[in-house]
């Protein structure tokens, strides 16, 4: 006769594990599982306005101060003063100014593009794209709730699919659990072709002024970037990646905040873990 066996105790080694601890398990994707919340939301208390004081009808408010707005200089003290003014006052040079020199900005063609389309058109000649087949353009609704920018697009993954491909998926997953759907979602590029060296900084320079301009026209609620580069590149070299990721930010007065390596964590469960755990409760632009 076989020995019946007793699950009692390992069912409730199991849900015990799922209650105190199964949550925090560092998982393939850890937003993927959502522990539901058993208590109500309950409503904002009410601000109390601070009660004033007024002044009471009749009361004694002290004697009142009248000062005088002009001063009565000494008559020691008028004399270098008079002297000093006068010698600011008369202009060297024989009594003739200099002019001011006439500063010249430099205006770059694209600045005028008055459509994304010309803009992209424009830039295409730019000799920051000189010898490019082609540049990456936006791909995503008119003026998404989210913008994914990436520093270049990669040969391997086909223009305009990029939310298809296996890292595009895991982004759409992350991001649903954000409460931002796939519909919404755009993709932009830094550098718009396939980047083989590091950008010197004058090219940097020009680059965020194309970015600024492109923006414009696609406007988005928010925008993410991915990757220490790409901080540094958009944000500069004096902020510390580690200590401003998933932190609220802003770029050219678009809500701006950065992750870590989307490729990189598409493939470790740590980086997962730390972008859901750590980084994305620092800011404010989303809630899970």
Request: aromatic share 10%.
């Amino acid at each position: 006769m076989d020995e019946e066996i007793d699950l009692n105790e390992l069912r409730s080694y199991l849900e015990g594990q799922a209650d105190l601890g199964g949550y925090d398990l560092v998982l393939d994707e850890p937003w993927a599982l959502q522990k539901p919340s058993k208590l109500p939301h309950s409503a904002p208390a009410p601000v109390r306005a601070m009660p004033t004081i007024a002044p009471q009808p009749g009361a004694d408010q002290g004697p009142a101060l009248v000062m005088s707005s002009q001063p009565v200089p000494s008559r020691a003290s008028s004399q270098p003063a008079a002297s000093f003014a006068q010698s600011v006052s008369t202009p060297a040079f024989g009594g003739v100014m200099p002019a001011p020199r006439p500063v010249k900005k430099t205006v770059s063609a694209f600045e005028s593009a008055d459509s994304l389309n010309a803009f992209y058109e424009i830039i295409a000649k730019e000799s920051v794209y000189a010898g490019a087949q082609s540049i990456a353009r936006y791909e995503g609704p008119e003026h998404p709730q989210l913008l994914l920018l990436f520093d270049a697009p990669r040969a391997d993954i086909p223009s305009g699919q990029f939310l298809a491909s296996p890292t595009g998926e895991m982004l759409v997953r992350l991001f649903a659990s954000l409460h931002v759907e796939q519909s919404n979602i755009g993709v932009a590029f830094f550098y718009k072709s396939t980047m083989s060296r590091n950008l010197p900084p004058l090219l940097e320079t020009a680059l965020r002024k194309m970015l600024a301009k492109e923006l414009s026209f696609i406007a988005p609620q928010t925008m993410v970037t991915f990757g220490e580069p790409l901080f540094h590149q958009i944000f500069g070299k004096g902020k510390n990646f580690n200590d401003c990721a998933g932190s609220d930010m802003d770029f050219n007065g678009v809500k701006t905040t950065s992750l870590v390596d989307a490729f990189a964590m598409a493939g470790d469960k740590q980086l997962k873990w730390v972008t859901w755990k750590v980084h994305i409760p620092r800011g404010t632009y989303f809630k899970a």
